[in-house]
């Protein structure tokens, strides 16, 4: 994994698409004309929950945990199979893969709302991209997180792969390849929403029911980078079939060219989407952030690799080699999910965001401190007392402290820089793009980072 993270470095082309991204919603949708072909999604033959292995526990096992102030969530993981179909040629493949389903522990608890995630195998690995920015949002708020294998390179065949991580957990998985991707993607799919008809499998004598007997009302299908591209194909090529009420596809994906189902976008500041808000598309451009930025990496997914493929010893390769991003791509993914909820219950669109500046060669337009001129702009960009940008290492980006000098040529002193954070983060709230928890925090953190002015740290939190 060192290696193949060594060369993400070197090969910016190579897209480990990964984010936030968000999700949220309940009730009110009106069924859309799809809804009518949904039955020709065949429903696979699930088994579990699955248990033992040489690990003992799934890949992707949780970091966080999943209790806590307001929440009490499961964890399971289930195996489902079946034939997968290539729409485009009618070809036919038999498949097993796996999806981890997390629930509220009590029936009374659950929204009714899923996110079904498109796992991310850029790094020959299914990682998570929402769960680790959104997982305390999602379960605070009772909503269902699903990972789902669709890809090939996360089943097998590798050391990092479900097959080679734990080879006797998951020796029954067979993947064909990714062209059947999509279908078995629809299948994880057809297996939540209408688990009544699931087909038995050996272990089993009757259906399995991965939402243990809770209803699913409305479904979110959400994937970043690599897996935003294959969204991209998944909703172009008519795979829905009337299971997803609306896309959250973020870090990449598009243009599109069928919004019978919403779709909005989340991407980084030099990932811009090419087509223009319509009234079931909306895009976010966050100035100042990277592909892979630390609240996603060095918060979580290095932690998990420390956990199941590293020792304690071993360093972080991509720290080492990069001062990587900390622009707080969690504070939109969380706003989005809020708007996203809004929009399944009443039709009302998320609040647009200006457009990152670009110059006629596509290149971003930037000021004379390197931050990134328009898009949506959080504090950490707008009042900075740093410098990020997605410019530098490739996928992570750069973050730089700047001098006490700096900080305080800016901002005379502390309370005229946390007056300035008071109002933009204000103004942040009432345009929707930051939730009134998140400001919280934010003000939290302005009144806390007085170092430059008082000669103490000039390294301002994450979501400064």
Not at 443 to 458: D, K, L, N, Q, V
């Amino acid at each position: 994994m060192l290696a193949a993270m060594r060369r993400l470095l070197s090969a910016p082309r190579v897209l480990a698409r990964v984010a936030t991204i968000p999700l949220v919603a309940l009730c009110c949708w009106v069924a859309t004309p799809e809804a009518a072909v949904a039955s020709k999604v065949p429903n696979p033959a699930v088994e579990g929950p699955i248990h033992g292995g040489l690990r003992g526990y799934p890949w992707n096992h949780s970091l966080f945990p999943l209790k806590g102030r307001g929440y009490d969530y499961t964890e399971n993981e289930y195996f489902f199979s079946g034939n997968a179909m290539d729409l485009a040629t009618g070809a036919k493949a038999p498949y097993e893969s796996r999806m981890l389903v997390r629930l509220p522990r009590h029936r009374r608890d659950f929204s009714g709302a899923v996110l079904v995630e498109w796992l991310n195998v850029t790094g020959q690995s299914d990682y998570e991209t929402a769960w680790p920015v959104e997982a305390k949002y999602l379960m605070r708020h009772g909503i269902g997180y699903i990972g789902v294998s669709a890809q090939e390179a996360g089943v097998c065949c590798g050391p990092t792969t479900l097959k080679g991580w734990d080879p006797v957990r998951y020796a029954p998985l067979v993947h064909p390849e990714d062209v059947f991707s999509y279908d078995i993607f629809s299948q994880a799919i057809r297996a939540l929403r209408r688990p009544s008809g699931n087909r038995t499998a050996a272990a089993s004598a009757k259906p399995v029911n991965p939402m243990r007997g809770m209803r699913v009302r409305k479904l979110i299908a959400t994937g970043a980078s690599q897996s935003a591209s294959f969204l991209t194909t998944f909703v172009n090529d008519r795979y829905n079939r009337g299971q997803i009420d609306a896309y959250v596809i973020t870090r990449g994906g598009g243009p599109f060219d069928d919004f019978s189902t919403p779709i909005f976008q989340l991407n980084e500041e030099n990932n811009l989407a090419e087509q223009p808000n319509n009234r079931h598309y909306v895009v976010w451009e966050e100035a100042g952030t990277a592909h892979a930025p630390s609240v996603w990496w060095n918060d979580y997914i290095w932690p998990e690799q420390q956990r199941d493929l590293f020792t304690d010893d071993t360093p972080n390769a991509i720290d080492e080699a990069c001062s990587v991003n900390h622009g707080a791509t969690d504070f939109s993914s969380r706003a989005l999910s809020h708007w996203v909820t809004r929009y399944l219950r009443t039709g009302r669109l998320p609040p647009s965001a200006p457009r990152i500046r670009t110059d006629s060669n596509g290149n971003v337009v930037r000021d004379a401190d390197g931050l990134a001129k328009g898009g949506l702009r959080h504090v950490f960009v707008q009042i900075p007392v740093s410098y990020n940008s997605s410019e530098g290492c490739p996928l992570y980006g750069t973050f730089t402290p700047w001098s006490a000098a700096k900080i305080r040529s800016r901002y005379r002193t502390h309370r005229a820089y946390v007056r300035k954070v008071r109002a933009w983060s204000a103004h942040e709230v009432r345009r929707g793009w930051l939730l009134r928890p998140d400001r919280k925090r934010v003000m939290r953190e302005a009144r806390h980072f007085a170092g430059p002015w008082s000669g103490g740290s000039t390294m301002p939190p994450q979501g400064l």
